[in-house]
């Protein structure tokens, strides 16, 4: 069954023009929360190769950007930053960027560590990557904006979920259909930016 699903989003993404599977995942999160709405500025963390962002685009119509360490081909009305989300001057990058607009609406974070294979090595990197991704959207978003990042489970999850609390009205942990049955990953959502 998880392959028949995953050979099914990943020829539904070709069929449809979208850059990975993980198109609907996104879709699939915005159908359920509402995180992205129309002439939201949204920023990508973690983007390539692009599926996220042109759901996003799709969504919003507006300002949106996207930020990875690998080269994103480039998608029209949609600004790419080659950046490490780890690294504090990538976070002074983007608020450059978007500092005459009054800060995003949306920062969602779909990055993944390269997996090892070893469980608790991979949600340390994943958790690393989470908290850099809470740390810029703390620093960019404007007040009652939504995030959206994803986190390979384990044993660190519930102090993540909780920093997220601090910050955010709302929170759940949801995984969408569109994701594969056997993966470890979930979604943080948290609405209402404070
Ligand atoms: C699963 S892919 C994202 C897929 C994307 N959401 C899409 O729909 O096309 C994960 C991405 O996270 C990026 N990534 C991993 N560590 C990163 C880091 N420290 N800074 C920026 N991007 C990173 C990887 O290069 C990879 O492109």
């Not at 958790?127 to 994803?150: M, Q, R, T, Y």
């Amino acid at each position: 069954m998880p392959r028949k699903r995953e050979d099914y989003f990943y020829r539904k993404a070709k069929k449809e023009g979208y850059r990975s599977r993980a198109s609907y995942k996104l879709q699939q999160i915005n159908a359920k929360y509402n995180v992205i709405r129309p002439d939201n500025i949204v920023v990508d963390l973690g983007a390539a190769p692009g599926g996220w962002l042109q759901v996003a685009k799709e969504i919003s119509g507006g300002f949106v950007m996207g930020i990875d360490i690998q080269e994103i081909e480039p998608i029209e009305g949609v600004e790419n930053l080659l950046g490490d989300i780890t690294d504090p001057s990538t976070l002074k990058k983007i608020q450059g960027l978007i500092e005459n607009m009054g800060g995003a609406d949306v920062v969602i974070c779909d990055a993944s560590p390269n997996l090892s294979g070893n469980w608790s090595l991979d949600h340390a990197r994943s958790i690393g990557l989470c908290n850099s991704a809470l740390k810029i959207a703390i620093n960019i978003l404007k007040p009652d904006g939504n995030f959206v990042v994803k986190v390979f489970q384990g044993d660190m999850f519930s102090n993540f979920l909780a920093a997220v609390k601090k910050h955010f009205r709302f929170t759940k942990a949801y995984g969408p259909k569109a994701s594969r049955k056997e993966s470890a990953e979930i979604y943080v959502i948290g609405k209402g930016f404070f």
